[in-house]
Nanobody
């Protein structure tokens, strides 16, 4: 089955960098897009980025220019490189596998809508101190 595990979170100072990893199994990147999300306490999850082998890449305005996504095909691992971190970046970060059609809707429409077909990891905490 589809499985995703996030790692790499931690505590950093304002202006610092972190690289999050999302190790995956049970699906092909040809059939699923990979999304990155974050959630602060008491707030809804925010869609940050989506990477699709068919449809390219999306970044939200809040992270564009600071965060970049990449992948290692040999390791079935996806990465979120976060630079110039700000306190408002604090939250639990998640990766998710989205069926390609759903990923395309997000990339081309610019808005993520939750769908039961999406598979989620357990999240990793990122805390940016002032």
């Amino acid at each position: 089955e589809v499985q995703l595990v996030e790692s790499g979170g931690g505590l950093v100072q304002t202006g610092g960098s972190l690289r999050l990893s999302c190790t995956t199994s049970g699906f092909s990147f040809d059939d699923f897009a990979i999304g990155w999300f974050r959630q602060a306490p008491g707030k809804e999850r925010e869609g940050l980025s989506c990477l699709s082998s068919r449809d390219g890449t999306y970044y939200s305005d809040s992270v564009k220019g600071r965060f970049t996504v990449s992948k290692d095909n040999a390791k079935n691992t996806f990465y979120l490189q976060m630079n110039n971190l700000k306190p408002e970046d604090t939250g639990v970060y998640y990766c998710a596998a989205l069926p390609s059609v759903h990923g395309a809707e997000w990339i081309y429409g610019g808005i993520y809508h939750p769908d039961e077909s999406d598979f989620w990891g357990q999240g990793t905490q990122v805390t940016v101190s002032t």
